[in-house]
């Protein structure tokens, strides 16, 4: 197991589209977290799963935003009519009830055009 | 509601110099504090943690930390910088489901 991973890396879009991004967690890990980074801020929290089910969303998830763990391995973070403010990192991390350390992918960069 | 904030927003050193990056938090219950380095266009690499315990935390590439209850305080040290230290440094506060809040995050520039 490599670490996570996240696909894909930069993600270009025209305003409007949709966009999707994939999260592969750590195999054993039960705990699935997305973040939103934008320049010179720290990570923001976005939504938190455990297994397959989707604990808690922050309110910076608009109802653009959704995102869905099925059978409780990899994680997709769907934006929809995207727009220019949606620009950011996108993070996501994996960690486990008995480890209290989240592992972090390498970011997926959004840029709306 | 937890929070956290970071004193620095950039921190300039010389190379070999001490340094010390300043991580205040608040929180009503016990927390989970931890100190991670970002290099540009990745993700986040846990440098340490504080979960219990002794309160003097050492990490990796020779940083350690030491959380100050009373002052609310997990201040991040290393006694000799070097070139490659340079990157964006983030504290953040965990709750009980793991989730994370990130200081604003300290840019700390070793100058050669």
């Known amino acids: 197991d490599t670490g996570v991973s996240q696909d894909p890396r930069h993600k270009i879009t025209k305003r409007g589209q949709n966009v999707t991004f994939r999260c592969d967690p750590i195999?054993?890990?039960?705990?699935l977290y997305w973040y939103r980074q934008t320049l010179g801020q720290g990570p923001e929290f976005l939504t938190y799963?455990?297994?397959?089910?989707?604990?808690?969303k922050s309110r910076l998830l608009s109802d653009r935003f959704s995102a869905e763990r099925p059978k409780g391995s990899f994680s997709t973070l769907e934006i929809q009519r995207t727009e220019q403010g949606d620009s950011a990192m996108y993070l996501c991390?994996?960690?486990?009830?008995?480890?209290?350390?989240?592992?972090f992918g390498q970011g997926t960069r959004l840029t709306v055009v | 509601a937890q929070s956290v904030t970071q004193l620095d927003s950039q921190v300039p050193v010389f190379e070999e110099a001490p340094v010390e990056l300043r991580c205040n938090y608040s929180s009503s219950v016990s927390v989970y504090l931890f100190w991670y380095v970002q290099y540009p266009n990745q993700g986040l690499q846990l440098l340490l943690k504080y979960l219990s315990g002794s309160t003097l935390v050492k990490g990796i590439n020779g940083f350690e930390a030491e959380f100050n209850k009373s002052q609310t305080s997990f201040h991040l040290r290393k006694p000799s910088v070097h070139i490659s230290d340079t990157a964006e440094y983030f504290c953040?506060?965990?709750?009980?489901?793991?989730?994370?809040?990130f200081g604003q995050g300290t840019t700390l520039q070793v100058k050669p």
């Open positions: 953040a506060v965990s709750e009980t489901t793991g989730k994370l809040i």
């Open positions: 799963f455990q297994n397959e089910a989707q604990l808690e």
């Open positions: 195999s054993e890990h039960n705990r």
């Open positions: 991390a994996s960690s486990s009830r008995t480890v209290q350390e989240a592992f």
